[in-house]
Structure formats: C-alpha cells, structure tokens
C-alpha cells in the first residue's frame, strides 16, 4: 500500500511540475512573421502592428528593457504615397491623410560607455502594390526572407549575447518599420534617437540573410566605414563564407541612416533571387543552417570588437553616385555576389531584351557592342551607351564556352 501512495505522490509531483518552455527558434520566428495571417507587414497596418506586438513579446522575453519612445515602441508619422492598393485593402490611413510606422527598440544596459547598435526590418509590401515585382494582380507578399529572416537573426544574437555575458558595450536592438518605403524608420530613429548616438561605437544590419547558397558567398556592405573591419571580417571568418566585401556605407537598407550620422557600419546580405519582392517569398525556401552560421560569425565579429572600445569612422565614396545614367535595360537581375570577371546573371525577367535573345541564368556577360564588361560598373556603362530600339552583340560565357547572341533593347 505503501508503494502505491509512493508512486501515486510521484506521479502527483510530476504533474504539478511547469512544463519546460521550448527555446524559440530562427525558423520559428520566421514561420509567425511571415505567415500569411500577417498579410505581409505593410507599414502602418494592424498587420504590421500584429508583428512589432510579436516581437516586442520576443524582447521581453529574452530580458531586454523597452528602449522606445514609450515602451518598446517608437512611432513616427508619413503621409505616403498614391499606392491604391494600399488604400483599397488596409484602413491604415488616418484622416489627416498619414501613416504611423512603428519601430521596436530593446536595450540590454551593461553600464557601459558605448553602445552597439544590431538592427533589422519588419516591415514588407502586403498585398504588393509600389515596389513588387508580381505582375498577375494583388497577392500576400510574406517576405520571408525579406525580411523577417533579418529579424529572426537579430533575435537570435540578442540571445547569444545575453548568455555570453558581453559586458564591455551596451546593446540596442532595433526592429525598423518603412524600410520598404525608404528607409523611414531607421531615418527617424537616426535623427530622434533614444540613446546617445555619440556613443554609439557601430552599427551592424541584416536584410535578407535568409538564401545562403552552396558557395556560401555572403556579401557584406561597409567594410570601409573603420579601419579595423577588414580584419575583423577576415580572422573570424575561418573559411566559413566567401565574403564579397563592399566598401561603401550608403546602400538600399537601414544601415545608411547610421553611416550618415558619421557610425560605422556593416550590412549582411545572402544575395537577391527570383522570389525577391514577390510573393513566394516564403518560409521553407529559406536556408535556416546558413541563418545559424550568419549569426554565429556576426557574434563572433561583435565578440573581437568589444575589445576595441569606440570605433574610428571612415567616410566612403558613394557608389550610388557613380552608377551611370541608361535609357534601357536589359532585363536581368545581376548577381550581386559574384566577384569574377564579368557580370554574372541572376535572374531573367520575361519578355524582356535579355530573356527574348536567349539569354539565360547563370550566363556571365563579358561584352556589350565594343565595351568589354569586367564588372558591375562596366556593364553600367556599356549599358548606358545604348538608347531604345538599338541592337547590339552580348558574348557571354556560358559553361566554359563564349556564346554571342543579339540584343534589341
């Protein structure tokens, strides 16, 4: 009888005992915001708001303290542009004709003198409208990879410093609305911070780290906004990726803001791909073990800096001011990662010049009419030569072979 009551208290004990809480992970974190309940995370909309809620319960829960203007949140106000799409499907709108993006801001206070700044947008296209490359009509642009794979790598070093005890700088973690529609959020939050910006030693940005391919190539922006980056990159990088470094500060993401604000910065970036800004940009097509080695050696970049106190700021040329001025297109989505001679192609968009000459991807283009194309920037310019309704002959090399096709533009 004894035993019975034994076993049966056991059995009691083991009922009342809280369930151990299952660690949430990247592909977790993703799989919320880029579902389909969410509707895409256009700026301003409760869709937007159900995902700044998600992620603000993230913060809390991973200890760090509300940073916003009140609470987690930072609000600002726009008044946006004619997107009738927006209109149409969101009442997110308010009478006076603006909208209110929301950025999320977790701090983790070690009582240090500077501060790094690790931050990521949230916020997609919705339904698509400006900015999409869908043409068949409205459809959920979840963004997976773009961006809430940012976001999920942000949470992810949130918790990895946590539990490594850095101490010797301050965290701030910064989940930006309105990057979609021109880096609004992190503009805002550059000229109204909520910390001393001049403490801020520098600042490092994640958008769409989620399509690690086979060559592991991850291309990384602002290496030359301080002296000490290349080095850092290099010694931590242990041959994990194929690093395509980018001089410049300025660039289409968040981290231009802070570069502006004389920080140093670098953005993380795993390359662009056919679902770019439409909607099968999805969760399960992200590579979530590239995610993981990403933020393993983004930790490890923070790790060797902490050591090096306020960092020295690098003004870089612009390379946005460079890029020539072209009358057409041909129709392609360059690689951005390839680092060869030439201009690899990524994608080929339909019925276009490219597409309608035969052109394919993967091919690598080394020729334009007489200019010889060895990289980004000679394409730009031999582009910028030809006007409407010219043709012209592109050599690419096409699996180790050179292949010559006509282009009428």
């Known amino acids: 009888m004894r035993a019975i009551i034994g076993i049966l208290i056991a059995i009691a004990l083991i009922g009342c005992k809280k369930e151990v809480e299952k660690p949430v992970s990247m592909q977790d974190d993703v799989a919320f915001l880029a579902s389909d309940s969410l509707q895409g995370r256009d700026t301003g909309t409760p869709y937007e708001l159900m995902a700044a809620d998600y992620i603000q319960k993230r913060y809390g829960a991973l200890g760090l303290e509300p940073k916003g203007a009140g609470g987690y949140y930072q609000t600002f106000t726009f008044t946006p542009s004619n997107d009738p799409h927006r209109e149409a499907t969101f009442d997110s709108i308010a009478s006076d004709g603006t909208i209110t993006g929301t950025n999320v801001i977790g701090y983790l206070d070690n009582n240090a003198e500077t501060t790094v ?173 590239g995610m993981e080695a990403i933020s393993s050696y983004i930790f490890d970049i923070v790790k060797d800096l902490g050591s090096q106190g306020e960092l020295a700021f690098k003004k870089t040329k612009n390379e946005s001011e460079e890029v020539p001025r072209f009358k057409v297109g041909l129709g392609v989505v360059p690689d951005y990662l390839y680092s060869g001679e030439g201009m690899r192609i990524d994608g080929v968009s339909e019925d276009r010049p490219a597409q309608r000459a035969g052109l394919v991807k993967g091919d690598i283009v080394v020729k334009m009419g007489d200019s010889t194309v060895t990289d980004m920037m000679s394409y730009m310019r031999a582009l910028s030569s030809f006007e409407q309704g010219q043709k012209t002959k592109v050599i690419v090399q096409r699996d180790g072979k050179e292949v010559t096709v006509e282009v009428e533009f």
């Open 117 to 289: 700044v690790i931050g990521a947008h949230y916020d997609h296209l919705g339904m698509g409208g400006e900015g999409s490359l869908y043409r068949e009509g409205q459809a959920i642009h979840n963004g997976a990879d773009d961006n809430a794979s940012g976001v999920a790598v942000m949470l992810n070093l949130a918790k990895k410093v946590q539990d490594s005890a850095l101490t010797k700088n301050n965290f701030l973690f910064i989940a930006f609305s309105g990057e979609e529609l021109g880096l609004l959020g992190s503009n805002f939050f550059a000229k109204n911070p909520t910390i001393d910006l001049d403490k801020v030693t520098y600042m490092i940005n994640m958008d769409m780290v989620g399509r690690l391919n086979e060559e592991k190539q991850l291309a990384v922006h602002g290496v030359g906004t301080s002296p000490v980056f290349k080095q850092t990159l290099f010694v931590n990088n242990n041959d994990r990726f194929q690093v395509s470094e980018h001089e410049s500060g300025v660039g289409p993401s968040d981290h231009t803001s802070f570069y502006l604000q004389d920080i140093p910065v670098l953005h993380f970036f795993t390359g662009q791909h056919e679902d770019y800004h439409k909607p099968g940009d999805d969760a399960e097509k992200l590579n979530y073990e």
